[in-house]
């Protein structure tokens, strides 16, 4: 079984690239990620049948060709993660098709899949308010990253307060919860 995971911010050279790197990061050191009651037997067989593709993209196209910024890659280097080579490209439609999971850091990428989304596919996805995770069991694919940690909050942006460690603090605790529920 392949799981495909798509992450996406405004201009995907900050939080959605570190949550595509730490998600990366995370499924690469499997079992030992998963919580205690995950790491049992049957749950450990089942993961060598799991493949797992994912990536990052952002709603705008202010920063297309662009690398991840500076301050977010050395947050990720810090923790041991490489993301050279990462840079920025806008969603698609064909993107929203392909992947499992569309993973949104805060509500203003939510508002502007409008933009890139058949109508009909966006108020599905919508449902005229919030999406949380609950909503993405019920076969919608678009969800907010903190909702999957229970939190009706945004990721915190560094693009716009410079605090990269709560947007580590954020993102790793988002995948770490994500993962879980998904591996459930």
Sequence with gaps: MKIKILFV???????????????KKLVRDLPATLPAELQQ?????QLKDIEFEIASAATST????????????RMLATHGIDCSGKTAR???VRDYEY???????????????RWILPA???????????VSSRDAKNNRKVS????????????????????????????NEGCKAMLAQILR
Aim: hydrophobic share 40%; aromatic share 12%; proline share 6%.
């Design 90 to 92: 806008q969603m698609t």
């Design 41 to 45: 037997g049957a749950a450990q067989s």
């Design 120 to 130: 009909d596919v966006y108020a599905r996805e919508t449902g005229g308010a919030g």
């Design 9 to 23: 911010c405004h201009g995907n050279i900050c939080r959605s690239p570190m949550a595509e790197f730490v998600m």
């Design 144 to 171: 907010l990253l903190m909702d999957w940690v229970g939190k009706s909050r945004d990721v915190a942006d560094p693009w716009y307060t410079g605090d990269f460690v709560a947007t580590w603090d954020d993102v």
């Design 62 to 73: 202010e920063e297309i060709g662009n690398p991840v910024y500076p301050p977010a890659r």
């Design 99 to 113: 992947y499992d999971y569309i993973v949104l850091m805060d509500r203003n990428n939510l508002r502007n899949l």
